[in-house]
């Protein structure tokens, strides 16, 4: 099984091994990505940042609008598609990663994004999303979370924290939220991410990483709802806080965080906790916790992903997990490839009339 990147061929690669004239290859901005359809956000949505960024980094990768689909579910981010000078499928609620993987199974050139949220991902669409992950597609998935349910205005969500209080739950959630990386990582998922929706430079980074990851990319962000939940990520996003309250995954590195880079991670036992690094502290970089993205033991990211919940320790962003495993349309094409060797083409009139017929007048 060939788990190298498939790159898109170029107009003149074509041109040439088909013995046809050169055809120049158009340069691509982000504005080449952007469409013509009015923006159905609120004012100050955390959409807009994302798909800025999106439009951004598209015109890097190299690839075709033609060779780009963006397939949505349900819920305002899923409004994406119309906004990007692509090809793109708005299906139905929590349905996305079926119609992607139905696609990418029947055409793998092509380069596919599911872009969903919370709701539409964690709720009514669990099942499809799990069973994307662990076939392994070549696809890459964006989860906006905001927490809440926006579009039917600002009830609950699957990652909502206990007590919030919404129009469907007047007197506090009782429910316990989804973490969506610890759900991808028990998933299977080969590459698992987070960023913010504010963060302008980790980002677009993390979108490039999840692109030329060779199977499910996922990749979780932080995005604010200034409607519904407006500030249910301020802590990390923001420039007076953000130091003291979020540590970056790098691989090989010890997890640092702080204004001054003056705190760690380390394991206690079996716990996490924060220690101090200044001068006066008897721990040092040796004691911390180093980041291993690529281990095929997820246990770490496991560990990583639970930090969100215990709230005297920093929100993780970054790459948690990157491994290489098969993917699903390299195999499926492999087995049709198979079976051609053996039996044939195939004829499907010839299919449909071997056996029993009958005529019904």
């Not at 091994?17 to 159905?40: G, I, M």
């Not at 060779?67 to 090809?87: A, D, E, H, K, W």
């Not at 316990?176 to 980074?205: C, E, M, Q, W, Y």
């Amino acid at each position: 099984m060939n788990l190298v990147k498939r790159k898109f061929r170029s107009s003149a690669v074509k041109a040439i091994e088909t013995n046809s004239p050169p055809v120049a290859v158009p340069t691509l901005t982000h504005r080449d990505f952007e469409s013509d359809q009015d923006k159905r956000w609120c004012p100050g949505c955390g959409d807009y940042s994302i798909l800025k960024q999106t439009q951004k980094i598209l015109p890097d990768l190299g690839i075709p609008r033609e060779q780009l689909v963006f397939v949505s579910g349900i819920g305002c981010s899923s409004r994406f598609p119309y906004y990007m000078n692509t090809y793109g499928f708005h299906t139905i609620h929590g349905r996305a990663p079926t119609i992607a993987s139905g696609l990418k199974a029947t055409n793998p050139d092509l380069s596919v994004w599911v872009i969903t949220g919370d709701g539409d991902t964690l709720s009514i669409g669990g099942n499809h999303f799990i069973h994307l992950l662990r076939r392994n597609f070549d696809i890459n998935v964006l989860l906006f979370n905001n927490q809440i349910y926006g579009l039917t205005k600002g009830q609950y969500s699957p990652t909502s924290e206990v007590g919030k209080i919404t129009k469907s739950t007047p007197a506090g959630s009782i429910d316990n939220p989804f973490n969506p990386i610890s759900i991808a990582l028990a998933a299977g998922a080969t590459f698992v991410a987070r960023s913010l929706d504010r963060d302008t430079k980790h980002l677009p980074v993390m979108m490039k990483a999840a692109f030329e990851h060779k199977g499910t990319s996922f990749v979780e962000i932080y995005q604010n709802c200034n409607i519904f939940n407006d500030g249910a990520f301020f802590t990390y996003t923001e420039k007076a806080t953000k130091a003291d309250n979020v540590v970056l995954l790098e691989h090989g590195d010890p997890l640092i965080f702080g204004a001054n880079l003056d705190k760690g991670i380390r394991l206690n036992g079996f716990q996490p906790e924060v220690i101090s690094l200044n001068g006066d502290s008897t721990y040092a970089t040796d004691d911390l916790i180093t980041h291993d993205q690529f281990t095929e033991d997820p246990t770490l990211a496991h560990f990583l992903s639970r930090m969100t919940e215990n709230e005297e320790l920093p929100l993780p962003i970054g790459i948690f997990r990157s491994i290489q495993r098969p993917c699903y349309e390299d195999a499926l094409t492999q087995q049709i490839d198979t079976q051609k060797e053996k039996k044939g083409e195939g004829n499907l009139e010839s299919l449909l009339n071997a056996g029993d017929t009958w005529v019904v007048d």
